[in-house]
């Protein structure tokens, strides 16, 4: 198209002939349409040179954002400038001979030499022979008759397709979807056409349509707001929303009060009685006496949810059952082999027929992954949300929808034998990870999570405290939390190192969740997130630690670390470590104990030797690693930082100790000077290995290993699976890798 067109009063084609200027093209993108009462549409129309031009077109469904060919005769006047009548709209095709060719090739399956053939035969008139279906030409260039039908059809879907892309992407559907819903309405229904006509089909046949997104299309397509397909849409979106809520069996008043809401509208009940019996004569919705449900929910699912919940109740003894690792077992042992179509259609039903019955640890599952990726997306991170089990990921991404929610292998793919291929969470790009049901990782897939996610990347892992590690690098985790407490409503996340109970490793989440005295007494006293690690009772021991003992350790208003609960045994253990560590920090020794993972030492500021009193490790990315062995001598081992001296004793440390060490591999992102990790008799450290490799991945400053030289080096010995065997060999690769300023300071 050359130069533009009159618009208010101005006219921008100069040095074109009348005939020339009335016959002109317009290519270009809809910025905006209105649908008239008599059939007409009126847009607005941007070229490719930027100029804006009118389009009147009879019988044309336009909406914006999409690209036209359009064809017809330029008014002489219409308003304040001139107007295109369309008589025609054509395919949208590249203006170069290499573009042309390239469409050619995709829109009717041919090859290069193919297209070369018909662009010497026809040049760029090629497309309207296509476009017109003109087999008459197409055969006087020596083309067979199928040859001719083959690429009419071909074009025909090309074409229908093309046009649909717009629509389909205004849905928030991919191909997937438009090959779904193209099945769905049958191989003779034109799908640009079917939706231009009526996009709320998209909502009846497609679960998770969007239905404000399909509304507003719906609407600007001049679909009138109490036309009888908006209320049969409005049916099924008030259904699946309310089942994504856990209320997927209604009666029918409860549900025309719910679309009617979505309608903005008050249809007659003559109305909504035709609306529901023609959805419930397409097998679209179910009756069942006075309630109404999806089939999709419920029949498609009934014999394995069925199966589902009869090995549940057999293993638990409850009915529904209250138990997440007997549900967990009953969806293992449940028999699903369904061929991949029937499963497809299966896979939503099946979690949205579980998650209506209130599994125990469910909610907890979901309230940890909902407030993860909102805390996410208030900072606009992009969040991964791993789930142990498929069902999990179903009742999730119902109540929570986002793309990166679901099992590691449907969303990091799977090897030969079925195992999730963690080596490629890189790809998905992500800011943080939250992996539920963490203790069922092996170490390879730890391993991978720790060192091949993305720089900056947090990683979250909710279960068993042995395998609960987070850590974070160059994001410190206060980001989230107080980006967290900005919003509206606020969130309070505590990110969590769980101790089983006995059925459930959600479980000492769900009793902390559900008391909130004890969360707020750590995270509202201190305004952080806490490590916590529940013990038995959290309001008594965990209030009690927070209460009693932190004040003691004079960290000030806002202190930048928090330690709670001293160990993962027992209450009466742990109550007895919290007593110790009251009669430590008696004023008599307080040149022996103070705090670590300030952001800074102060030359006043007491040094606290680490053990399992601290749950949490503080330690921020690129620690130089110090190593520090000491005798069973009743001298002092002196060590300096920043000036200030240091004494730890080895008394000191067995007293401390009590005879034993236990380190959970759980790591968190406050700034650390220094960690001092005691080493025990023999170096019988629990996850020994595992543990300082975390460590020293993630540390900044000094880690000091405090013991016999032998003990430490048993540790050191303690083999890690592939793809690290040593953590003597990491300690040696670090050490290469250090600035010599770094090397000649250590």
């Not at 829109?107 to 030499?113: K, N, P, Q, T």
Request: charged share 20%; hydrophobic share 45%.
């Amino acid at each position: 198209m050359l130069g533009g067109v009159c618009l208010g009063g101005r006219c921008v084609y100069r040095g074109m002939s009348s005939a020339a200027l009335a016959n002109a093209p317009l290519d270009g993108v809809i910025l905006s349409s209105y649908q008239s009462l008599t059939g007409r549409t009126l847009a607005v129309v941007e070229d490719r040179a930027g100029h804006r031009a009118f389009a009147i077109g009879e019988g044309l469904k336009w909406v914006a954002g999409e690209r036209v060919a359009l064809r017809g005769r330029w008014s002489e006047g219409v308003g304040a400038g001139r107007c295109l009548l369309v008589d025609s709209q054509r395919a949208v095709v590249p203006t170069d001979i290499a573009g042309s060719a390239a469409q050619l090739m995709s829109a009717l399956s041919i090859d290069f030499a193919g297209a070369t053939k018909l662009l010497s035969a026809f040049g760029s008139d090629i497309f309207d022979v296509l476009e017109r279906g003109d087999a008459e030409r197409l055969a006087d260039a020596n083309y067979s008759g199928p040859e001719v039908r083959q690429f009419l059809e071909s074009w025909r879907r090309f074409r229908s397709n093309q046009s649909a892309q717009t629509l389909l992407d205004r849905l928030g559907l991919n191909e997937a979807h438009r090959q779904t819903l193209a099945r769905m309405l049958g191989s003779e229904t034109d799908l640009d056409v079917a939706l231009r006509d009526n996009p709320y089909l998209a909502v009846i046949h497609l679960p998770g349509v969007d239905w404000s997104h399909a509304d507003e299309l719906g609407l600007e397509l001049g679909v009138p707001r109490d036309s009888a397909e908006r209320r049969k849409a409005a049916v099924v979106a008030a259904l699946r929303g309310l089942g994504d809520a856990g209320h997927s069996f209604l009666p029918a008043p409860v549900l025309q009060t719910a679309a009617s809401r979505l309608l903005a509208l008050s249809p007659s009940q003559t109305e909504w009685d035709s609306a529901l019996q023609h959805l419930r004569s397409r097998r679209l919705i179910a009756f069942d006496a006075d309630r109404v449900y999806l089939p999709e929910a419920f029949e498609d699912a009934a014999n394995a949810a069925r199966a589902v919940l009869d090995c549940a109740r057999a293993a638990s003894l409850n009915d529904p059952p209250e138990d997440f690792a007997a549900m967990e077992r009953a969806v293992n042992q449940a028999d699903f082999r369904l061929p991949r179509a029937h499963f497809d259609v299966l896979a939503p039903a099946l979690g949205r027929a579980l998650t209506a019955i209130d599994v125990v640890g469910h909610p907890t599952a979901q309230h940890l992954a909902e407030s993860f990726v909102r805390m996410c997306q208030a900072l606009r991170l992009v969040p991964v949300v791993l789930c142990p089990a498929y069902w999990v990921a179903q009742a999730l991404l119902e109540r929570c929808p986002d793309e990166r929610i679901g099992t590691a292998g449907a969303l990091l793919g799977v090897n030969d034998q079925g195992e999730p291929l963690y080596e490629n969470l890189a790809s998905l790009q992500p800011d943080a990870v939250l992996v539920i049901g963490a203790e069922r990782l092996p170490m390879p897939a730890l391993t991978y999570l720790l060192t091949r996610r993305t720089d900056g990347c947090a990683v979250i892992l909710a279960g068993d405290p042995a395998a609960d590690i987070g850590v974070v690098r160059g994001r410190p985790f206060a980001e989230l939390a107080r980006a967290a407490s900005a919003a509206s409503p606020p969130l309070k996340l505590v990110p969590l190192g769980i101790a089983p109970d006995r059925d459930s490793p959600l479980g000492a989440v769900r009793a902390l969740l559900r008391n909130p005295a004890a969360a707020s007494a750590l995270v509202g006293r201190f305004d952080l997130p806490v490590s916590v690690l529940q013990l038995g009772e959290p309001a008594d021991a965990l209030t009690r630690y927070a209460a009693e003992v932190l004040p003691k350790l004079g960290l000030g208003p806002a202190p930048e670390l928090v330690c709670v609960t001293p160990t993962r045994s027992s209450l009466p253990r742990a109550m007895y470590a919290v007593r110790n560590l009251r009669r430590i920090l008696n004023p008599d020794h307080a040149n022996t104990v103070g705090a670590v993972g300030r952001t800074q030492l102060a030359p006043a500021d007491p040094f606290l030797v680490t053990r399992d009193l601290i749950d949490g490790l503080y330690i921020p990315a690129g620690t130089r690693l110090r190593l520090i062995t000491a005798h069973d001598s009743k001298g002092p081992v002196a060590a300096s930082l920043g000036g200030q001296r240091i004494l730890i004793s080895a008394d000191r440390v067995n007293d401390i100790l009590q005879g034993y060490v236990l380190i959970t591999a759980h790591m968190h992102w406050e700034r650390a000077d220094v960690v001092v990790l005691a080493v025990p008799e023999g170096g019988d450290v629990p996850l020994g290995a595992s543990v300082l490799y975390t460590i020293a991945a993630s540390a900044t400053r000094k880690l000091v290993l405090l013991g016999s030289p032998d003990d430490v080096q048993l540790l050191l010995r303690q083999s890690v699976k592939a793809p690290y065997s040593l953590f003597e060999s990491l300690l040696h690769d670090l050490h290469a890798q250090r600035p010599p300023e770094a090397t000649a300071d250590a």
